[in-house]
């Protein structure tokens, strides 16, 4: 089993920066990829960004290319998101999940989901 715990989210002003980190606990070594999803009210959980610990390839979608940034926090257990450049749909809850081999962009192919963070931006 593995555990995963987010924290870092919070209300912010557009263009402003948040970084959401997610720790890892349990038997994350039988996991490869650690990715970032967001869902917001009335809306499908969608993926944001991913990270495989297999050469640290990253991964990101569309919509925040060029203002988020996922990496390693120091630590192999520790999976960072930086945020920048926030606008207000990126308002969310923000969830971190793990699975064996490669990413996938569907949460249904996760096998390991942390509760959850807030991140609200303001107009």
């Known amino acids: 089993q593995v555990q995963l715990v987010e924290s870092g989210g919070g209300l912010v002003q557009a263009g402003g920066s948040l970084r959401l980190s997610c720790a890892a606990s349990?038997?994350?070594?039988?996991?490869?990829?650690m990715s970032w999803f967001r869902q917001a009210p009335g809306k499908e959980r969608e993926f944001v960004a991913a990270i495989e610990r297999g050469g640290d390839r990253t991964y990101y979608t569309d919509s925040v290319k060029g203002r988020f940034s996922v990496s390693r926090g120091g630590a192999i257990n520790i999976v960072e998101l930086q945020m920048n450049g926030l606008k207000p749909e990126d308002t969310a809850v923000y969830y971190c999940a793990a699975k064996s081999f490669s990413y996938a962009k569907y949460p249904s192919a996760y096998d390991y989901w942390g509760q959850g963070t807030q991140v609200t931006v303001s107009s």
């Open positions: 349990g038997s994350f070594f039988d996991t490869n990829a």
